[in-house]
């Protein structure tokens, strides 16, 4: 199996910027997809961002274009999502998910989670 280790959440005023990692091990990670999500409570779990196991082609939700940016290093097994020009509306539990083949924006697709990393966005 793999297994998906963030960090680097935590509480930062708005306009402020947070650098998120997603560490794997177990299995090739070179060979998967890595999709970024977030959930704020009463909400559904939702698609930030994606970057495919080449790292040449990346996928944002609308409403971070401009503001987040993904990458990934393979040779350290490591997903980045750098969050930008944060709102509070940004608040939300991140989660990073890796699969086999191309990118999703959907859950159900995700072979693998890591456990969540809190974002706080203060007005």
């Known amino acids: 199996q793999v297994q998906l280790v963030e960090s680097g959440g935590g509480l930062v005023q708005a306009g402020g910027s947070l650098r998120l990692s997603c560490a794997a091990s177990g299995r090739t990670f070179s060979s998967y997809s890595m999709g970024w999500f977030r959930q704020a409570p009463g909400k559904e779990r939702e698609f930030v961002a994606g970057?495919?196991?080449?790292?040449?082609?990346?996928y944002y939700a609308d409403f971070v274009k401009g503001r987040f940016t993904v990458s990934r290093d393979n040779a350290q097994n490591t997903a980045i999502l750098q969050m930008n020009s944060l709102k509070p509306e940004d608040t939300a539990v991140y989660y990073c998910?890796?699969?086999?083949?191309?990118?999703?924006?959907?859950?159900?697709?995700?072979?693998?989670w890591g456990q969540g990393t809190q974002v706080t966005v203060s007005s």
């Open positions: 998910a890796t699969r086999r083949g191309i990118v999703l924006q959907q859950r159900s697709g995700y072979d693998y």
């Open positions: 970057i495919s196991w080449s790292g040449d082609s990346t």
